[in-house]
C-alpha cells in the first residue's frame, strides 16, 4: 500500500497563497490529482496530471491553482494563489482520475476573509 503525505496547508488571508506538497513512496509514476473536501461537502477534483503531463483544472480553480510534479523524486505539488474563503478545506492528493491508493490525513487550508 501506498502512504501518501500532504503538506503545506496553513492559515491565509483572502489573497494569499500557499504551496501544497504530496510525497508518496513508489518508483512508478503515476497521474496524480489534488481533492478536496470542506465541511459538510463531498470531496471534490480540484486539478490533475497526467503521466505526459496533461492537465485539467476544476472551474472553480481555474487561473488560480497551478499544478505541477517533480518525476525525480515522486512529488506532487499544488500553488494556490489568490485563495479565497471558498477554498477553505482538507486537501489531498491521490491518483487521477481515478482513485486506487487509500487517503492520506490531507492538509488543512483555511483562507480567511
Known amino acids: 500500500q501506498v502512504q501518501l503525505v500532504e503538506s503545506g496547508g496553513g492559515l491565509v488571508q483572502s489573497g494569499g497563497s500557499l504551496r501544497l506538497a504530496c510525497s508518496r513512496r513508489?518508483?512508478?509514476?503515476?497521474?496524480m490529482g489534488w481533492y478536496r473536501q470542506a465541511p459538510g461537502k463531498q470531496r471534490e477534483l480540484v486539478a490533475g496530471?497526467?503521466?505526459?503531463?496533461?492537465?485539467n483544472y476544476a472551474d472553480s480553480v481555474k487561473g488560480r491553482f497551478t499544478i505541477s510534479r517533480e518525476k525525480v523524486n515522486n512529488t506532487v505539488y499544488l500553488q494556490m494563489n489568490s485563495l479565497k474563503p471558498e477554498d477553505t478545506a482538507v486537501y489531498f492528493c491521490n491518483t487521477y482520475p481515478t482513485q486506487i491508493w487509500a487517503w492520506g490525513q490531507g492538509t488543512q487550508v483555511t483562507v480567511s476573509s
Open positions: 513508489t518508483d512508478n509514476l503515476y497521474s
Open positions: 496530471i497526467t503521466t505526459y503531463s496533461g492537465i
